[in-house]
């Protein structure tokens, strides 16, 4: 058996999702079957052994992170499915949950038995109505059949899955801030420590991963370690979801090895750039990623890789800057973007990112003057990585500081003449 | 302890505290906003960045914040390396305040300022538009002006989850977070006032105080104690042109810490209400008119009316007051002015504070204890300062979960996100719902002579050598076997009672309890809460006789001179009304006008605490002095100085000497000699303006500076203040500190015991590790009629708060309280009145938690007098009644506030 696609092999354009015969059918909950014959430890071994890393943006192994849980003391511990994809330009997670709701019910399900939650929450972006009715229905079905409730499938094991939908802030990504939002509390992010591994929702040990991240689970307890490191390419493990979105010919997201190179996805899968616009720069994984520029399009969607170019891959979802789009006031939606989504905890991100709208304003007004530039430059580090309470600023600084190293002659013909786009 | 290096210089510090408050404690200047020393950390102003090294090779560091970051043995730390984040932080913090200090309240005394300056933030480069934002009217205490805050959190986290308010907090998001209520309307949390304190700027200012605004400078201030109840926080008051402007909190870790509530903040301002006595007036007959007179005549009136007088003490009145009265009428002719019943309760906790083997609990004692037990005290109402501090009491709990994960103590938002709503267990006996029944893991409705018989069995569930009970209900043997199993297995048990319910078992109960509890050197804290100010302190000076009001009223003598004290309040109308008909003169000492008063034919101008000095015992026997803020006209004198010929000091002197257990009086003050440099300390601050120009419109020469009674302050901006080594702390300020953030520099540590001033003293020491036990009573017969139970309200049943315009907007006028069924049975409807036998008609409100048989009075408040009402009392439909606009049902405190059944409220 040699399935190169697991994430998205029983999708198909214009078909409905897979019911829970169907998907039972084409191989799926076999992972449970699986993982309930091995202890919830050599299961998380197992994952971690994998090389999963995790695909909300971080990157992080998804075994190792699980393993930072203490063990279980009979109390309540908790699964969170962040499923609150308000990424700038990233659409994977909402694929994956419309069109195969199953697959992130089988994977929350192993994953849960593997860290030992009784409980499970996905937490939906609240725009993502589809995926609302699809999950829902997937998560009745589940029910119905013996995958969730107590005992399931005749083991000890039991869970429970709960979908909440969000009420809708950006800041409800990042972990903390949605483990305060699923309790009802303002979503303002906690410091770490401690993690959430040790006091999360509702005090309890709690692991928040990305719906892609959770859509690996089944493949690797169905196919095993070794079937999943062979699908990346090189040294790396595993498949991941990437796409592209901008004036290229044919804008989406696709299934491709981990280790697939940005010019491969442009070229190959988008078609490349629509006639009569070239490529100025990209933003590899979100708008919270530095640009980078057509010299790096031969770099694999690794995160390594693409840090020592200086960005992140982020989500892996790419988006094209076109010579045709001002690249300030590019740079000027996402600011405004992220200064109203800041929580308005924390010093730096509430009242800094507002000082750069206002610039990045004046310059597309044409009222930009030579010493601003001295401010966007300072507030890139004021707002910097461990500057501010949690990620958010540090990544809202990220498009402008690398467009302050990138474009620098667009900023001074932006104070000289104004915007030369429009 | 840890070693670390800031700087380059090495530093001894404890690893439990965090970063910032070591730096603070070790007299470096690191700007904070958010960090607050009872609220701990929670990191989100980024204000106290500093920079911390991994090594010795480390050139680059990382930014932390000291606040969020537990000192490392060994680690090196930078607060220079992090002054340019610090300067960004502030500017940025910066850009919507609308820098409008010139007319802002806070101007002078504000943290923002402060800190703005040591962050070296001196131009403004942003250019753009401020945000704005609309202010709400949040009651008659406290002013909103959003505009100005710079969203450090601390008001949400004092208001929510340090005092368990629920009606304030934070709303919408970015730089667009709006601080305050889901709709204009007054603040419930009755501790709102220390908004004013926490908030770093002037977002929330003091409402009264702005009526009749002065710089903090300008104020002239003094050490005093509040006058509100009997736990004696320390406060600030400040004057200017012989007003009193305000109070403030004035920190004493043994006390009231950092927090009053607003009956102390608040409920001061009868020292300038026009009901007050400005001169002494004397008449000749009953009927005739007053006629003013001069201080000097007054005096000598006084005197001659002494010949052959009794003297009825006060316990609002000073020990000072009361010791002046006793010794002018001669210790056989002095009574206590206060009843029989309130004396004996008095006297018992005084033996039970000093022979039975107790902890007596400060509010450190309360805040620490990890189980609660409150015997039938409506603590918010009667001592609101300590149910603050029962509500931090709860969270241990949490602090100890967190302390089982390693948490630091100081991490307050990792905790409380841990804990949720797990909470250490208080248990209140009540005939009423309280307060406190929200963080509470059960409130038992029972009257206070059965709580006492619950207690009584609790104490011989623990150890069953005290006496036991008998004819407990199933429920009640259940409830009493839970609490004794929780007292028992807590680590530091207190239980809580106090005199309020008129029930002397109850005190047996209490102490019966916490009696069983004691282990060896292990003993329980017993917190026995008194009614005012001074109660302790005029039942020490009794000294155990029982001469209370009754027998003043029996001892058929013609002269009377009473002290500082209504006698309506304290005996029934008839009673009083016999008493003064009976006597050939009255001579009343007091310095508001009320009705006993009005009946005299010698009244004397007293002065109130703001104008005096003087000795006030509190609930647990601490004595404390409270020095007068400013020098009232010259025909207002301190009472123990119309009293007595005697020097101040020697009137303390000779009641130390006099009275039993009350040598610790002399030592409150460093005495009549002390000077430093031959300089006493000054009231007013070195920047006091108008000194030589204030008075110029009378006499363009300044007046010699008056001495004051106690020797130790002056009434001048001249002498040696606190900051250059006085031993007396009045108004903390500090250089680049101007804000009530200086207190840490008058701290051992910050947020811990001072190093100048006096915490007082307490009287009553218990070293008894014997046990002995009070006796159980034998189960209440029936009564005719409804058996009574007093309502307290913080806000309107203290005599002296109830005269000033701000309390008296959340008080309300009197009412009583039933269960439905007994409303019913009385044929009541929701906009009927009640005749009270032998009393007025009233307005009632219907509360499920009331048992059947039973009614609550309002007691203090207007329209009933509690004392004209027997222990049961019939209750009638009110012909024709209508409900008076001074009814104001919103205004009761209490847990099921919004069940209370009134129609046409809320």
Redesign the interface.
Known sequence: MSINNPLTKNIEEGRAPFTFKEYKAAGGYQSFTNAVKMSPRDVMGQVKDSGLGGRGGAGFNTGLKWSFSPDPDGLPRYLVINADEMEPGTFKDRLLMESDPHLLIEGMITASYAIQASTGYIFLRGEYTVAEENLLKAIAEAYDNGMLGKNIQGSDYSLDIYLHTSAGRYICGEETALINALEGKRANPRFKPPFPQVSGLWGRPTLVNNVETICNIPGILTHGVEWFKGLGLGDECGTRISGVSGRVKNPGCWEMPVGTTFRTLLEDYAGGMQDGYEMKAFLPGGGSTDFLTSDHLDLPMIPGDVAKAGSRLGTSLIMILDDKTCPIGTVRNLIKFFAHESCGWCTPCRDGLPWVEHILNKMEEGEGEEKDIGVLKEMCGYMGPGNTFCALAPGAAEPLQSSLKYFMDEYESHIKHGCNYK | MASITIDGKVFEVDAKNNLLQECLSHAMDLPYFCWHPSMGS??????C?VIEYANEDDEKG???MAC?TEPREGARYSIEAAST?RA??IE??M??HPHDCPVCEEGGECHLQDMTVMSGHTYR????KKKTHHNQYLGPFINHEMNRCI?C?RCVRYYKDYAGGTDFG?Q??????YFGRWQEGSLESEFSGNLVEVCPTGVFTDKPFSKHYSRKWDLQSSPSVCTGCSVGCNTNPGERYGSLRRIVNRFNDEVNGYFLCDKGRFGAEYVNSSERIPVSMIRNSHDADPVQIEADIAKEALSKAAKGSIGIGSPRASMEANFALRDLVGEENFYAGIAENELGMLDKIIDIYQNKPVNIANIKDIENSDAVLILGEDLTNTAARLALGVRQSVKNLGRQ?GAD?N?PIW?D??IR????DKLSPLYILSPHTTRLDDVSHTTHISSAANSARIGMAIANAIDSSAPAVKGLTKDEKALVAEIAETLKSAKQALIISGTSSREPALLEAASNIATALQDGDNKANLALVSAESNSMGLALMMQGNNKALEQAISAVKKSAIVLENDLYRRASSSDVDAFINGLDQLVVLDHLKNRTGEQANLVIAAATFAESSGTFVNYEGRAQHYYSTFKPDSAIRSSALWLSDKPFNEITAACADAIANCDGITDLTPGENYNFAGLKVPRQHHRYSGRTSMRANINVHEPKQEQDEDGVMVYSMEGVPAIKDASVLNSPWAPGWNSNQSIFKFQENAGGALKQGSNGQRLLLNTCTKKTWYEAAGSNDAKEGFEVFPLYHLFGSEELSAYTPAIQEKATSAYISLNPEDAEKLGLQASDGVQVEHNGAVPFIVREATQVGTVGISVGLKGLNFQDISSAVALDKADNWKNSETWLAANIIASDKREVNIEGVD
């Open positions: 929670v990191g989100s102003c980024r204000q960045a990382r930014l932390v969020m984040f960004q932080a940025s913090i850009i919507n480069r942003y250019d753009g969203t959190y934070p919408a998001s970015h730089d667009n977070t979960m994960l948490f991490h938002a990792a996100q841990l804990a949720m």
